[in-house]
């Protein structure tokens, strides 16, 4: 069993930044690949970012390639999505995944997301 609690989502203007974190317990977090999915109002949850276990992989939706930076530290059990150059269409909820068997599919476990505005 792992648990994963989100935070670092708020209001922000367009073109500005936020960093997410992604907490987890329960169960070894070193062992599990990870992801960061987002879903807006309206929309069906959608794949954001993607690390695996060994730190050696990372992707990412085109849509926030070169913007977000998604990163873990393994020794404090936490992953983060960095979030440069915001745009409204970030606007969603962020939701953190563990189990991922491969990029784009969620895994078994997730957190309860947090929210992320991004203001014109």
């Known amino acids: 069993q792992v648990q994963l609690v989100e935070s670092g989502g708020g209001l922000v203007q367009a073109g500005g930044s936020l960093r997410l974190s992604c907490a987890a317990s329960g169960r070894a977090f070193n062992n599990y690949n990870m992801a960061w999915f987002r879903q807006a109002p309206g929309k069906e949850r959608e794949f954001v970012a993607f690390?695996?276990?060994?730190?050696?992989?990372?992707n990412y939706a085109d849509s926030v390639k070169g913007r977000f930076t998604i990163s873990r530290d393994n020794a404090k059990n936490t992953v983060y999505l960095q979030m440069n150059s915001l745009k409204p269409e970030d606007t969603a909820v962020y939701y953190c995944n563990a189990g991922s068997s491969r990029v784009g599919v969620g895994g078994y476990y997730w957190g309860q997301g947090t929210q992320v505005t991004v203001s014109s």
């Open positions: 690390i695996n276990w060994s730190i050696t992989s990372t």
